[in-house]
């Protein structure tokens, strides 16, 4: 089973900042099978990036993913108010299917 | 616009029962593969299950593997979770999802809560 760690556990910055998670795979991920979601409290995950590095329809264009192999990166470029939330990487593999990293809280310093 | 719409949680004593369902909309139900995926209390996401489009294939973590079973039926665009001999460790926010490899909607979820 691959494990995902993401980092840091919680990222304290201030609006206008760059944000930079991280999402480390314990076993080569097929960067296809690679997703960002992001979380506010009390709502359902949404969908941010895709296939590593693809934007989900109607994500702006501030949110950035990258990377390959076993190193994944979300990258906000400058975080707005509304950014502020928890953030997961996830992976799809055959077996068990799908799994997700333990997230990393953006608050706002 | 996609609707995904869960209902079926409540409070169920160990060793119980319970059945969620998912009425989806805004969207050919019948064209996409489907998941359950679960979130404790405070804690991350856990996916659950998956089933094909056509039901003809279905997967599950080993957490919930023999006591809980997915189903579909597309002629009600509807998603189902039987969930038996269920566990205090099974209480969680329960979510709906279309897709299984990338989850591009999700519900807001039902809660169950394993309480004797």
């Known amino acids: 089973e691959i494990v995902l760690t993401q980092s840091p556990g919680t990222l304290s910055l201030s609006p206008g900042e760059r944000a930079t998670l991280s999402c480390r795979a314990s076993?080569?991920?097929?960067?296809?099978?690679l997703a960002w979601y992001q979380q506010k409290p009390g709502q359902a995950p949404r969908l941010l990036i895709y296939?590593?590095?693809s934007r989900a329809t109607g994500i702006p264009d501030r949110f950035s993913g990258s990377g390959s192999g076993t190193d994944f990166t979300l990258t906000i470029s400058r975080l707005e108010p509304e950014d502020f939330a928890v953030y997961y990487c996830?992976?799809?593999?055959?077996?068990?299917?799908?799994?997700f990293g333990g997230g990393t809280k953006v608050e706002i310093k | 616009q996609v609707q995904l719409v869960e209902s079926g949680g409540g409070l169920v004593k160990p060793g119980g029962s319970l059945r969620l369902s998912c009425a989806a909309s805004?969207?050919?139900?019948?064209?996409?593969?489907m998941s359950w995926i679960r979130q404790a209390p405070g804690k991350g996401l856990e996916w659950v299950s998956y089933?094909?489009?056509?039901?003809?294939?279905?997967n599950y973590a080993d957490s919930v593997k023999g006591r809980f079973t997915i189903s579909r039926d597309n002629a009600k665009n509807s998603l189902y979770l039987q969930m038996n001999s269920l566990r205090a460790e099974d209480t969680a926010v329960y979510y709906c999802?279309?897709?299984?490899?990338?989850?591009?909607?999700w519900g807001q979820g039902t809660l169950v809560t394993v309480s004797s």
């Open positions: 999802a279309r897709g299984f490899y990338v989850i591009d909607y």
């Open positions: 805004g969207f050919t139900f019948s064209d996409y593969y």
């Open positions: 089933i094909s489009s056509s039901s003809s294939y279905t």
């Open positions: 076993q080569s991920v097929s960067s296809s099978y």
């Open positions: 296939g590593a590095s």
């Open positions: 996830q992976q799809y593999g055959s077996s068990p299917g799908l799994t």
